[in-house]
């Protein structure tokens, strides 16, 4: 099976996904940040709780298929004899693909709410997170990569808040600059 040969390289990844989710809630901290009294308790709500269950979901995948490898790598005939193979990879999909999926949908939909009311982000990835974020909630399977628009928008919203408080800086060191 090819599970079997690749399950070193596999393991590797699931260790290293509690780093992602950790960035993750990094990034939830630092727009909730930039929110400041601007912070609408209602869509700041869902936004957090969509972010965790994001998480918990992306977290409970990587257990289940965790577990899975191990107990493949173990004893992978009564695994595939049994169906237990198959019921364990069907678990993973729907706790990923299906719920964790929807969750990223309703975070980058309160996301972009809060970008636009509040204008902490460029009003074009607001816009991009509604566009993409009915295509993570309406595409169930259909198409393979959708579920990577999610962390690609996650980067756009993040390069721009670096990007703006780089030029910050850099303008209020020219800004001392000239008063000397």
Known sequence: MEVINHSKSISLAMNLLPFAGIAFLWFIAVVRNRLGDLEDRFFATVFLGSGLLYIAMIFTSAALAGGLIRVL??????????????????QIYQTMNVYGI?????????????????RIAPRWIAFLGYALGAMLLLSIGIIVWVPL??????????????????????????GSDLAR
């Open 149 to 174: 628009v999610f962390p690609v928008w996650v980067f756009l919203i993040s390069a721009a808040i670096l990007l703006e408080n780089r030029s910050k800086v850099i303008g209020a060191s020219r």
């Open 73 to 90: 790598s173990n004893a992978p005939e009564t695994m595939t004899q049994a169906g237990t193979y198959a019921l364990g990879r069907a």
């Open 102 to 118: 929807k969750m990223a949908g309703v975070f980058m939909f309160s996301t972009s709410t809060i970008l636009l009311r509040t």
